[in-house]
């Protein structure tokens, strides 16, 4: 859905010095386009990965001062704006959820189809482990957290098999993992939706990351610091986060006057004019090209007025 992101950030950024901000850098690849498809901005990219800051620093190079990348968590979007003295800016994308980079790297773990140790995490410079969660955490938190993060129905039967395994020897890799849920399910459970591990590996990603609170702190910072005429572009990729993105995104287009007034004073006028109807979904071509596709919802948002105190 790049050339969908692109097309839906250009009325914001055709003027010359505009500013955009990639909040998942990743690889570069989206980045890369943005100065492609706009040669008169700039761009700053932040990431948490060091390993993705290089590689795709290696890849942005040619662009030369036109791209900063800084190395921070999203929700970080304030601060670093504020260190790089930008009072506002242009356009802002997400790109949420895990890179390709880290799925793919084996040793990485976040992937339930190779064995690797069970680490997860983004950062792999802070912060605790998949692996310390597993092993460490009370059983009604592990619960807790499969409901919540993972929408997994059979977190109490997988957790009880979890406790009592680790009893005997901590979790170190996804494999041992992967195999015990597999046993834990009922066999009604392991014949839809596909490897019953992931939604157990989705928790566990987004506890140790963080990810749901960093959403909730980011799109709204995102908002606050668009221009009028800006636009915020997001792509997330489970319901949790969507759903997360949709409530901001509806909230600022929506009056806040009370009810009756015959006249909507400035002060109660919508912020944001929203870009998509609902979430727009990648098309089938998409999807046959690039299997991790599916389950993209992209929305989007103008900033249509300032805020009035």
């Not at 492609?36 to 942005?60: M, N, Q, T």
């Not at 993105?245 to 007034?261: D, E, I, R, S, W």
Request: with cysteine; hydrophobic share 40%; charged share 30%.
């Amino acid at each position: 859905m790049l050339q969908r992101c692109l097309d839906m950030l250009a009325p914001a950024l055709q003027r010359p010095g505009a500013v955009v901000v990639d909040c998942t850098l990743g690889l570069g690849g989206h980045s890369e386009a943005l100065l492609e498809r706009f040669p008169e901005a700039r761009l700053v990219a932040l990431d948490r990965d060091k390993e993705a800051l290089r590689l795709s620093g290696e890849r942005l190079a040619p662009f030369g001062e036109r791209a900063t990348l800084v190395h921070a968590v999203y929700d970080e979007l304030p601060e670093v704006l504020d260190r790089l003295g930008i009072p506002e800016v242009d356009g802002v994308l997400f790109d949420l959820g895990v890179s390709s980079m880290q799925l793919d790297e084996a040793d990485r773990g976040f992937a339930y189809a190779q064995d690797a140790p069970l680490d997860m995490r983004m950062d792999q410079t802070t912060g605790i482990s998949a692996a310390e969660v597993l092993n460490t955490y009370p059983p009604g938190e592990l619960v807790r957290i499969l409901r919540a993060y993972g929408e997994e129905k059979q977190a109490k039967r997988i957790v009880s098999a979890i406790v009592r395994e680790r009893d005997k020897e901590p979790f170190t890799n996804s494999a041992r993992l992967v195999e015990l849920i597999r046993d834990a399910l009922p066999q009604a459970a392991k014949r839809t939706g596909g490897n019953p591990a992931k939604r157990t590996f989705q928790a566990l990603r987004i506890e140790v990351n963080r990810e749901l609170d960093s959403v909730e702190k980011a799109i709204p910072a995102a908002v606050k610091a668009l221009a009028v005429g800006g636009r915020v572009v997001v792509l997330s990729y489970q319901s949790l986060e969507d759903r997360i993105v949709k409530g901001v995104f509806a909230a600022g287009a929506a009056t806040t006057a009370p009810p009756g007034l015959p006249v909507v004073p400035e002060k109660y006028q919508p912020r944001l004019k929203l870009l998509t109807r609902g979430a727009e979904l990648p098309t089938e071509e998409e999807v046959a090209e690039n299997r991790r596709a599916a389950p993209a919802r992209l929305r989007g948002v103008e900033r249509i007025r300032k805020d009035v105190r």
